[in-house]
């Protein structure tokens, strides 16, 4: 059980283009998701909180406009990186958990590359 | 201020046993989690300690005791493919609900010789 789909895995842009990261709850109801960065050989960083009917709560330093997210469903949740540059380029993860106390699974990731 | 302390970098030798410590120093406690993450792809869950003691999995084991602030994962039988790296996390008390987000350590690259 507390399977996290994520989708694309990988995806290759040109800089100036948008990009949309798909992350789903299969097989329980998630009305929180966490989205993550993380760069080579650095630790995880929490971007923005993500509940199901809100407005997407984001961490110190990261973008809402640039990184748009929209959780319209207790199984879906997606992130769009818009007008992306090379910086953007990283490994973007989602990850939920489904009742209270219960751990958090993680999605396999998005390789995300900005040319 | 919220802060977990693990070590940078292990090394081991196939067969063996590592212990992989963890402190954490936050404003609550609301349970604690050991992931695995090898290169290239995301975290899988390993364990999870929300009260004092032992919980064994396997070859994994997770131990906590929340007075000292203290936890550690215990690798038993080490194999090569346990080369990776173990990320400790505590899950912040605040705000209340499912909304609580997990404050993460920098994670212990663990390297498994033959």
């Known amino acids: 059980g507390a399977v996290v789909s994520q989708h694309p895995s990988r995806v290759i842009c040109k800089s100036g283009t948008s990009v949309k990261i798909e992350c789903r709850s299969l097989?329980?109801?998630?009305?929180?998701m966490f989205w993550y960065r993380q760069f080579p050989k650095q630790s995880l960083m929490l971007m923005a909180t993500?509940?199901?009917?809100?407005?997407?709560?984001?961490e110190q330093g990261v973008e809402k406009d640039k990184f748009l997210i929209n959780h319209a469903s207790l199984t879906l949740s997606t992130l769009t990186v818009t007008s992306a540059h090379p910086e953007d380029s990283s490994f973007y993860i989602c990850?939920?958990?489904?009742?209270?106390?219960?751990?958090?699974?993680f999605g396999n990731g998005t390789r995300l590359t900005v040319t | 201020g919220q802060n977990i302390d693990q070590p940078t970098e292990m090394t081991a030798t196939e067969g063996a046993i590592v212990q992989i410590n963890c402190t954490y120093q936050t404003s609550g406690f609301n349970g604690l989690f050991w992931y695995q993450q090898h290169a290239g792809e995301a975290p899988t869950f390993l364990s999870y300690n929300v009260l004092d003691g032992l919980e064994e999995k396997g070859r994994f084991s997770s131990f906590l005791s929340r007075s000292k602030g203290y936890s550690y994962l215990l690798l038993k039988e080490l194999q090569m493919k346990d080369s990776a790296s173990y990320l400790c996390?505590?899950?912040?008390?605040?705000?209340?609900?499912?909304?609580?987000?997990?404050?993460w350590g920098l994670g212990t690259s663990l390297a498994v010789n033959p």
């Open positions: 990850s939920a958990s489904g009742k209270i106390g219960s751990p958090l699974h």
């Open positions: 996390a505590v899950r912040d008390p605040l705000p209340a609900g499912n909304n609580r987000k997990l404050i």
């Open positions: 097989d329980f109801q998630a009305t929180t």
């Open positions: 993500s509940n199901e009917g809100s407005k997407a709560t984001y």
